[in-house]
């Protein structure tokens, strides 16, 4: 079956301006991670949503971060005014349920901020 | 202190080599570890899974948990090129997964 997919897969934004970076999960998976993976960092965990919860944001770097699922299928990562530092490759991933450990990500979307 | 701090290489062995990769965890209360394998340019995929202490086997690879000194090991016998990828050590505590910078692996042919 299909994956989790992100779109766009690369971004290349003005510093200040908006973006918003997309994510399809796999079907009928509850459990929506987001990361972001800075050049020669590992994954940093921004946010996570299960199923109707309230999500927890404490990954999250600033207030200008912030993300939201609809339906409880796609997610968006919004960052307002961005920075040169959020330049990073940033990934999503889905799994079944919170008890279930495997993580299965999308090919991530990298955005770069000029 | 990183929850997991891991060393990011490079390491470059030749096709055949074993290959053991490290990462050490600073909360004694974490229990689940994972290795995740990543090719340039594509998300990471799971690889291995741990519960507590001990060995885990699965084909050439072998996860090694030791929960007394915090340390994590991921062993690759014959090594071949297509192994070439970073490793990313992790651990899930309550649901958020703390991950290593990753080693990047080269193995030449």
């Known amino acids: 079956g299909a994956g989790v997919s992100q779109s766009p897969s690369n971004k290349v934004t003005e510093k200040g301006k908006d973006v918003e970076l997309r994510c399809d999960p796999i079907s009928g998976h509850t459990a929506l991670y987001w990361y972001r993976q800075s050049l020669g960092q590992g994954l940093e965990f921004l946010i996570y949503?299960?199923?109707?919860?309230?999500?927890?944001k404490s990954g999250l770097p600033s207030d200008r971060f912030s993300a939201e699922r609809t339906g409880g299928s796609v997610s968006t990562l919004t960052i307002q005014r961005t920075q040169q530092e959020d330049s990073a490759v940033y990934l999503c991933a889905s799994k079944t349920s919170l008890s279930s450990y495997e993580q299965y990500f999308g090919p991530g979307t990298r955005l770069t901020v000029t | 202190q990183k929850e997991v701090e891991q060393d990011p290489g490079p390491l470059s062995v030749p096709e055949g080599a074993i290959v053991s990769l490290n990462c050490t965890y600073s909360n004694s209360a974490f229990q689940y570890f994972m290795w995740y394998r990543q090719y340039s340019r594509k998300g990471p995929e799971l690889l291995m899974y741990t519960y507590s202490s001990g060995n885990k086997e699965d084909g050439r690879f072998t996860a090694q948990v030791d929960k007394s000194s915090k340390y994590i090991s991921l062993f690759i016998r014959d090594s071949q090129p297509s192994d070439s990828a970073t490793y990313l050590c992790?651990?899930?505590?309550?649901?958020?997964?703390?991950f290593g910078s990753g080693t990047k692996l080269n193995v030449k042919p």
């Open positions: 949503f299960q199923g109707n919860s309230a999500p927890d």
């Open positions: 992790a651990t899930d505590y309550f649901n958020k997964f703390y």
